[in-house]
C-alpha cells in the first residue's frame, strides 16, 4: 500500500531543515521510490509551485551535499494545501487529496497538539493511518494524558509515533548492543559497581532567535524532560526479551516508573540563566535582552537534575541530568563512573576509577582505565581505550522515517513513558515555579552557574 505525507505545519523549520532533507536521503538511499507523495498544509497563500520553490532553497541550505537529481525527485511529489490545522473541515479537505494510507506528522508547535488533535478526531483517519507528534508531548502529566485519550480515539497505540530524534543517534542505540551483546559490561551494570551516571547536553548556541518557543519552554522542559530522560530509561533498564516495539518501550517505561526526582529540590537541582559574554570568539548578549524574552517569565537555559531509580539494579545511585545553552564547549556525553576497586596493592597510588564515555556529537566510545606505567611498572597510568563509529548512511531523522513508514514503534515513546516523564520534572517545576531554588545568573562561554 502506498503511503502519503500530510504535513501540519509544512512550511515550519522542522519540515525545511529536518524532514524535508531526511527525506531526500530516503530517496538517494533507495528507501522510497517515488510513489510517495507530501502535502504540507499551512496558513501561507501558496499554491504547488511556491511551495516547491521553498522547498528547493530549504533542501539546498540544508541537504546540499545530495544530487541536485535526488532534491528534484522530491521536489516534483510536493503539493500545498492552505489551511488552519485546528479546522476539521481544512482538514478533511487536505486528507480528501491523498492516494493511499496517511502519515499525518504534527510539525508544529506544541501548543497546538491539543486542537489539532481535536480537529482530526472530529474528522476521523482511515484504517492503516499513521500519526506522528513531537516533542514537548504536553505541558505537564495531565496534558500528556489528555493528549493520549485523544491520540487513543484517534488510532491504536501502535499507529501512534511520538517522535524524540535522541533516540536514534548512533551512540544511542549502540547502548543496547554494548549492554547486551558483551557479557563484559552487563555484570557490572549495576548499584555494586556503578557509583554515578552522568547525562548531559550542554552547546554553545544561544537563543537563536526561538524565544517564541524557548522562553515559555526553558531548559528542563525543552531537554531534560524528554532527550535526557529518555537516555537515562535506556542506560537504567533492565534487559529487554528482544529489541522490539513491545519489549523495549516496556523495559523503558518501568525504569522511568521507577525514577524519583529529589526529596529537597534544592539541593537536588539548579537552574541558571546566561548573561551576556563570549562564546567561541562569538559575543552573545544577555539572555533577557533578547528579541521576544519576557525577563518576569525567569526562564531557565541551565537546568541540572539529580534523580534516582528506586529498584533492586539502581538504589542509591544518583544520575545527574545536566543541560544548558551559551556554554563554553558542546558536549553531549553520557559518562558512568564506576566505583574503586575494593583493594589496591599499589603503594601511594590513589587511581581516578575507571569512567566509561559514550559520546553523542561526535558518535564515540571511550573508556578511562588505569594501566601500568611506561617508566616505572608498578606506577599506575590513566589510559583512554577509545573507538570513533563509522556514521550510520542515515541521519537520526532519516531514521526515525524509515521506521515509520515500516510501521516499528520501537524507537518511539509509549504512552506512559511521556506521562512518566512530567511526573519526573513536575516537583522540580512547581519548587522552581515558587522560587525555591535561586535563578543563578552565568556568563555566556563559562563552565555554567558556579556551584
Known amino acids: 500500500m502506498t503511503r502519503s505525507f500530510v504535513v501540519l505545519g509544512g512550511t515550519g523549520d522542522l519540515t525545511g531543515r529536518l524532514l524535508l532533507p531526511s527525506l531526500a536521503r530516503l530517496y538517494d538511499t533507495g528507501v522510497l521510490h517515488g510513489g510517495e507523495g507530501l502535502l504540507a498544509v499551512a496558513r501561507e497563500e ?8 521553498w522547498a528547493r532553497n530549504r533542501l539546498a541550505a540544508h541537504a546540499g551535499e545530495l544530487p541536485e537529481s535526488t532534491r528534484e525527485r522530491l521536489v516534483d511529489r510536493l503539493a500545498f494545501c492552505r489551511g488552519d490545522v485546528t479546522d476539521p473541515d481544512d482538514l478533511r479537505a487536505a486528507l480528501t487529496r491523498l492516494d493511499g494510507e496517511p502519515v499525518v506528522y504534527l510539525a508544529l508547535p506544541h501548543t497546538l497538539f491539543r486542537p489539532t488533535l481535536t480537529a482530526l478526531a472530529e474528522v476521523g483517519l482511515p484504517e492503516g493511518a499513521r500519526v506522528v507528534v513531537e516533542k514537548p508531548f504536553g505541558t505537564d502529566q495531565a496534558d500528556a494524558r489528555a493528549l493520549n485519550d485523544l491520540l487513543h480515539r484517534l488510532l491504536p497505540e501502535e499507529a501512534i509515533f511520538r517522535v524524540d530524534h535522541f533516540l536514534a543517534k548512533q551512540t544511542v542505540l549502540n547502548i543496547l548492543g554494548l549492554r547486551f551483546a558483551n557479557r563484559v559490561f552487563e555484570p557490572v551494570w549495576n548499584a555494586a559497581h556503578v557509583e554515578q551516571v552522568d547525562i548531559v547536553a550542554d552547546e554553545t548556541l544561544g537563543l537563536e532567535g526561538r524565544a517564541g518557543y524557548y522562553d515559555r519552554a526553558g531548559a528542563l522542559r525543552d531537554m531534560v524532560q524528554n532527550h535526557l530522560l529518555q537516555l537515562l530509561a535506556l542506560v537504567a533498564m533492565e534487559p529487554p526479551l528482544a529489541v522490539d516495539a513491545h519489549s523495549l518501550p516496556g523495559r523503558k517505561a518501568d525504569v522511568l516508573r521507577a525514577v524519583r526526582p529529589p526529596a529537597d529540590v534544592r539541593a537536588g537541582s539548579v537552574r541558571g540563566r546566561y548573561t551576556a559574554g563570549t562564546v567561541a570568539g562569538r559575543a552573545l548578549p544577555d539572555y533577557v535582552a533578547e528579541d521576544g524574552v519576557d525577563p518576569d517569565r525567569e526562564t531557565e537555559t541551565y ?8 529498584n533492586w539494579r539502581w538504589a542509591g545511585v544518583p544520575f545527574r541530568l545536566r543541560t544548558g545553552k551559551a556554554l563554553a564547549a558542546d558536549r553531549q556525553e553520557i559518562s558512568i563512573r564506576f566505583r574503586p576497586v575494593p583493594h589496591l596493592p599499589f603503594l601511594d597510588a590513589e587511581p581516578e576509577p575507571d569512567v566509561l564515555r559514550l559520546s553523542l556529537s561526535p558518535d564515540a566510545i571511550a573508556l578511562e582505565v588505569n594501566l601500568n606505567g611506561a617508566r616505572d611498572p608498578f ?3 590513566r589510559e583512554v581505550l577509545a573507538a570513533r563509529m563509522t556514521p550510520h548512511e542515515l541521519p537520526a531523522y532519516g531514521l526515525l522515517l524509515r521506521e515509520l513508514l515500516d510501521g516499528d514503534t520501537t524507537l518511539s515513546i509509549s504512552d506512559v513513558e511521556a506521562e512518566e516523564s512530567w511526573r519526573i520534572v513536575e516537583p522540580v517545576l512547581a519548587a ?7 535563578l543563578r545568573e552565568y556568563p555566556a562561554g563559562s563552565a555554567g552557574p558556579a556551584a
Request: hydrophobic fraction near 40%; aromatic fraction near 12%.
Open 46 to 53: 501558496w499554491d504547488d509551485g511556491a511551495y516547491r520553490d
Open 303 to 310: 537546568a541540572e537534575l539529580t534523580v534516582t531509580v528506586d
Open 379 to 381: 606506577d599506575l597510568e
Open 432 to 438: 522552581w515555579a515558587a522560587g525555591e531554588v535561586p
